[in-house]
């Protein structure tokens, strides 16, 4: 069951840095949207956000380079 989550925890770790930088990224698209246009980002651009979010998170997440503990 340990080697279990001793491979699985760097994966989580990754997760969560994604999700940090997916909605850093997300808030910033927002921001920028409604800066330039003046027009409420909602719902288009916060829609299309949500979609991207979790694509962007698995690919982040998934493509980072691992950190190989032994």
Do not use: D, H, K
């Not at 246009?37 to 991207?52: D, F, K, L, N, R």
Request: glycine residues 8%; proline residues 6%; without cysteine.
């Amino acid at each position: 069951m340990l080697v279990g989550m001793s491979r699985l925890e760097p994966l989580l770790e990754e997760f969560l840095i994604a999700l940090g930088l997916m909605t850093v990224l997300a808030v910033i698209v927002a921001l920028l949207f409604w800066w330039v246009t003046g027009q409420s980002p909602w719902p288009y651009v916060v829609i299309a956000e949500i979609g991207a979010f979790g694509w962007g998170t698995a690919m982040l997440a998934l493509a980072s380079p691992r950190n190989r503990r032994r």
